[in-house]
């Protein structure tokens, strides 16, 4: 069974620029998360998507956003790039529907310029 | 709030030697708790979890764990360290109403000497 799957892996961006990032989750699996991991401020909860609706929230500004499609794959967009974004953007799926069990992907390794 | 607080944020352990790294946490409720451990460049690999019932819990890779509610605790242990186990270790809380919105400690990077 594939494990989650996270495009890119590395990618660089400017500042003022957006960014767009993909999660394919473990096969049969509907709810995606998504973390920012940084040096300074270590694990921090973006968002949480089940059915293709999101149902929780981090403390992050409206610049992050995201989205999942019918078939569970998620995307996360970035927009006017900082460069405190700079981090590494782990997504991480499970059954859904309160399964508390996370699989993470290896992360898009994000740098902002 | 929930907080989570891992107090070693670097240990040092020859191989073979036993482990024992820390987690505390701050939470209202039963909370889930999880231990995960990430290699250099990985995503989070799950160890072991504790939801409810029996307090000590076994992982994979030899790693067990056990919760204390009387000290809101829930160390990670292995009795023989080997050198592939160098990595950084999280414990993360997680409760059934917060859905995936864990709160994760600021991790223990875990260093094997030969």
């Known amino acids: 069974k594939a494990g989650v799957t996270q495009t890119p892996r590395y990618l660089i961006k400017t500042r003022g620029q957006q960014v767009t990032l993909s999660c394919s989750p473990i096969?049969?699996?509907?709810?995606v998360s998504w973390y920012q991991q940084t040096p300074g401020q270590g694990l921090q909860f973006l968002f949480e998507y089940f059915s293709e609706t999101q149902r929780n929230k981090g403390n992050f500004p409206g610049r992050f956003s995201g989205r999942q499609f019918s078939n569970s794959r998620s995307e996360m967009n970035v927009s006017t790039l900082e460069l405190g974004d700079s981090a590494l953007y782990l997504c991480?799926?499970?059954?859904?529907?309160?399964?508390?069990?996370?699989?993470f992907g290896e992360g898009s390794r994000l740098t902002v310029l | 709030a929930q907080s989570v607080t891992q107090p070693d944020i670097h240990i040092t352990v020859s191989e073979g030697a036993s482990l024992e790294l820390r987690c505390n946490y701050s939470?209202?409720?039963?909370?889930?708790l999880f231990w995960y451990v990430q290699s250099p460049g990985q995503g989070l690999q799950l160890l072991l979890k504790y939801f409810s019932g029996d307090t000590l819990v076994q992982g994979i890779k030899g790693f067990e764990a056990e919760f204390k509610r009387s000290q809101s605790s829930f160390n990670l242990r292995k009795p023989s360290v080997h050198w592939s186990d160098a990595a950084e270790y999280f414990c993360?809380?997680?409760?059934?109403?917060?859905?995936?919105?864990?709160?994760f400690g600021p991790g223990t990077r875990l260093s094997v000497l030969p």
């Open positions: 096969s049969g699996h509907r709810s």
């Open positions: 993360a809380v997680g409760e059934a109403d917060y859905g995936q919105n864990f709160v």
């Open positions: 991480a799926s499970s059954l859904g529907d309160r399964a508390l069990e996370l699989f």
């Open positions: 939470y209202g409720a039963t909370p889930y």
